[in-house]
């Protein structure tokens, strides 16, 4: 586990997707939870770190793909923390409703590839909490906000704190190898939602920006992700 910037973490030693960790406000807060596995991993790294699995309070989820609820119910079953998502990513998360892909047939070969065979089934697990555009978590890091970015998957939230300028995307975008690009195709059910939420979040003054898949930009991400967006 290493510190991001005070107060917020990352796990390492993960396959794919990271996963966070917000240690001010009232408890422990994680934001996604990886592939599964991943949550023994994120358990033996609070240890570590001198935490308990009861001193997590909530686990945040960006949107309800393979890698980045794969260790939610380990996690969930471990540390009793309160699950929260968006209304429309619930039924993925607790009903196993399939998730939604790009339509094949409007993929380019290589992609379409991507999609063949059935998607992931994940373990159910209770969503306890949903949350909405604009909300904030008041008992989370000073006041994380929700921010509605969808396209990547249908109910996809960010989360943003205002004050420390602090930015979790999830996968609205990605820091891959090194440098910024959009979801992968195959699993964006609508990349041009997806490229309006990007130019959503570019609008903000971020400071530091953490992805769901590559390494955070830790100074001047404002300017990095105008630029992007601005390339769309």
């Known amino acids: 586990m290493r510190q991001i910037v005070p107060g917020v973490f990352a796990f390492s030693g993960l396959y794919v997707g990271r996963v966070y960790l917000l240690t ?13 596995g991943a949550g023994k991993k994120v358990l033996a790294q609070l240890a570590a770190a001198g935490y308990r699995p009861g001193d997590v309070k909530r686990i945040l989820i960006t949107h309800a793909h393979f890698d980045h ?37 409007d993929l380019p070969p290589l992609a379409r590839l991507m999609t063949m065979g059935s998607a992931p089934v994940n373990t159910p697990v209770s969503v306890a909490r949903t949350v909405q555009d604009g909300e904030v978590l008041a008992e989370v ?35 891959i190898p090194a440098s910024l690009r959009l979801p992968f195709a195959a699993f964006t059910p609508d990349m041009n939602e997806d490229k309006r939420s990007v130019k959503r979040l570019a609008a903000l003054d971020v400071e530091t920006a953490c992805f769901g898949h590559g390494q955070p930009l830790l100074q001047g991400a404002a300017a990095k992700l105008r630029a992007f967006a601005g390339r769309l």
Do not use: C
């Not at 807060?29 to 990886?34: N, S």
């Open 24 to 36: 001010e406000g009232e408890g422990l807060t994680i934001i996604d939870t990886g592939m599964p």
């Open 69 to 105: 609820i794969g260790g939610l119910a380990d996690l969930a079953r471990a540390t009793g923390a309160q699950v929260i998502a968006s209304a429309v990513e619930k039924p993925y998360i607790s009903d196993q409703k399939p998730v939604e892909r790009a339509r094949s047939a």
């Open 141 to 175: 890091f000073g006041g994380l906000q929700v921010i509605a970015t969808p396209g990547h998957s249908p109910g996809h939230v960010s989360f943003w704190q205002p004050e420390r300028r602090i930015l979790f995307t999830g996968d609205v975008m990605m820091n």
